[in-house]
Every structure is written in C-alpha cells, then in structure tokens.
C-alpha cells in the first residue's frame, strides 16, 4: 500500500504503554536483539557532546542510552510520552508531545537529530515537511540521522511475518516503502549534503534464537556480509548546508 492510497490512519496511542521500551530490556527473542543492535548501531553514529533530538522517540528508550548534556524525545503519542517522562525524564533529557511536523525548538538550536524506523510510518507530504523542520532546528553543519526499513532485501518478509505473528502489526503503519534509491527522493540538496547512505543488521537478530549475547556479537558478521547483501535496515546520515 503506498502513501497516496492509504484508507486507514493508524492511532499510534493504541500501542501499549511502554511496549517498545519493555521489548528492549527483555534481552531475550530476536525482536528485543533488533532493537538493541539498531540502537548501538545509531548511537555510534551520534556525537555525543552534542544537543540531540530523537524524534517518534516513543517510550524513550533510545534518549535513555544516550550521555549528551542536553537531550529531547518528542513523539505525537501521547500517551508514551507520558511514560517516558515518568522513567526516564532528567536535568538533560526532557520529553514533549508534538504536533505533526512541527518541532517546538528555536531555529539552529540542534545539533543532530535522528529518526529511528520513523519516515515509513508518513506520506510523502509529511516527510518532506517534517525534514524541512529538522533543516531549520538544525544548527549549520548539524546532522540529520534517519533510519528506515529497507524493501529491497529480507525485510518484506520479515515483515509478512510480523504483521501474522507479533502483537502489533506494521501493516496499517508502514505506509510508505523505502529502498536506497528511493530514499535519496527525500532529500532536498539544497538544504542537505549526504554524508553517508549505507545498509546494516542482516542476519544478527536471529542469533538471538541460540543466545541473546551472540547475536550482539554476530553484527561483526554482518558489517562483512553487507559488503555482498543488502543489509534490513536503511541509514542515512545527511548534513546541514
């Protein structure tokens, strides 16, 4: 189903309080391995001196990991940023609702912002407008970091599989497929240099059938197959012209 002939808007309010967030900590399954490993792998990519935002932060697991001196998580579900306020609220983490593509922050007050699995749950419209809000939150030479499902490799049929088997299903979520050349259509070069477009987490999850702790291992394995094989998930590094 693409973005222009979605017949369903779905309330992300329906999600279980604190889902994503208790999935994490289990440190158990492979789904609990995907998000530790996607996360390690963003975080690595974030310098951490810097200010941050992480928008569709949900329960605010991601901000949770993160040692900046000054941090924001803001989501349009209010009801996770609720919960997200209550565990992980702080001197340096602070965590707001916000409106669809509007960022309650001064012009070039940021210096990074990532949206983690965020621009596949929106239209083309709304992506374009929430990244021309991250372009003027964003100081010069500040960092936009997205990652997105990636549709030309294994992730469709990851995907098959979730939306029968999982207790949510992204089938009503992901409106809009990427793959590494669509994804370059979002991108406005006036605004945005790309510093790095790449594919990572390949077979690393499903280790975690075996041992939680050799899947997180394994992604040694998959930084040397995604040189052959496209790897699940997109990155996208873009910088501030």
Same mark, same amino acid.
């Given at each position: 189903?693409?973005?222009?002939?979605?017949?369903?808007?779905?309330?992300?309010?329906?999600?279980?309080?604190?889902?994503?967030?208790?999935?994490?900590?289990?440190?158990?399954?492979?789904?609990?391995?995907?998000?530790?490993?996607k996360f390690r792998?963003?975080?690595?990519?974030?310098?951490?001196?810097?200010?941050?935002?992480?928008?569709?932060?949900?329960?605010? /697991?991601?901000?949770?990991?993160?040692?900046?001196?000054?941090?924001?998580?803001?989501?349009?579900?209010?009801?996770?940023?609720?919960?997200?306020?209550?565990?992980?609220?702080?001197k340096s983490k602070?965590?707001?609702?916000? /409106?669809?593509?509007?960022?309650?922050?001064?012009?070039?007050?940021?210096?990074?912002?990532?949206?983690?699995?965020?621009?596949?749950?929106?239209?083309?419209?709304?992506?374009?407008?929430?990244?021309?809000?991250?372009?003027?939150?964003?100081?010069?030479?500040?960092?936009?970091?997205? /990652?997105?499902?990636?549709?030309?490799?294994?992730?469709?049929?990851?995907?098959?599989?979730?939306?029968?088997?999982?207790?949510?299903?992204?089938?009503?979520?992901?409106?809009?497929?990427?793959?590494?050349?669509?994804?370059?259509?979002?991108?406005?070069?006036?605004?945005?240099?790309?510093?790095?477009?790449?594919?990572?987490?390949?077979?690393?999850?499903?280790?975690?059938?075996?041992?939680?702790?050799?899947?997180?291992?394994?992604?040694?394995?998959?930084?040397?197959?995604?040189?052959?094989?496209?790897?699940?998930?997109?990155?996208?590094?873009?910088?501030?012209?």
């Open positions: 189903m693409t973005a222009k002939n979605k017949t369903k808007e779905f309330n992300y309010d329906d999600i279980k309080l604190g889902y994503y967030d208790q999935i994490y900590k289990k440190k158990s399954g492979m789904q609990s391995a995907w998000h530790n490993i792998y963003v975080k690595n990519e974030i310098n951490q001196k810097n200010t941050h935002l992480d928008i569709g932060c949900g329960p605010g /697991t991601f901000l949770s990991l993160l040692k900046n001196k000054k941090c924001y998580g803001m989501d349009i579900a209010k009801k996770q940023i609720k919960y997200a306020k209550k565990k992980y609220s702080s602070k965590f707001e609702v916000m /409106t669809k593509n509007e960022i309650p922050l001064r012009s070039r007050s940021l210096d990074s912002i990532s949206l983690i699995e965020i621009i596949e749950h929106l239209n083309d419209k709304d992506t374009k407008l929430l990244i021309l809000e991250a372009h003027r939150t964003l100081k010069k030479n500040g960092e936009l970091i997205i /990652t997105t499902p990636n549709y030309l490799s294994t992730w469709p049929i990851l995907e098959l599989i979730l939306n029968n088997f999982a207790k949510v299903s992204y089938k009503d979520q992901h409106i809009n497929k990427y793959n590494i050349f669509k994804i370059k259509k979002v991108i406005n070069k006036k605004k945005f240099r790309i510093k790095s477009l790449k594919t990572f987490m390949l077979i690393s999850p499903f280790f975690a059938f075996f041992s939680f702790k050799l899947s997180l291992n394994m992604t040694v394995i998959d930084n040397f197959l995604i040189k052959v094989f496209p790897g699940n998930l997109l990155f996208l590094k873009l910088k501030k012209l």
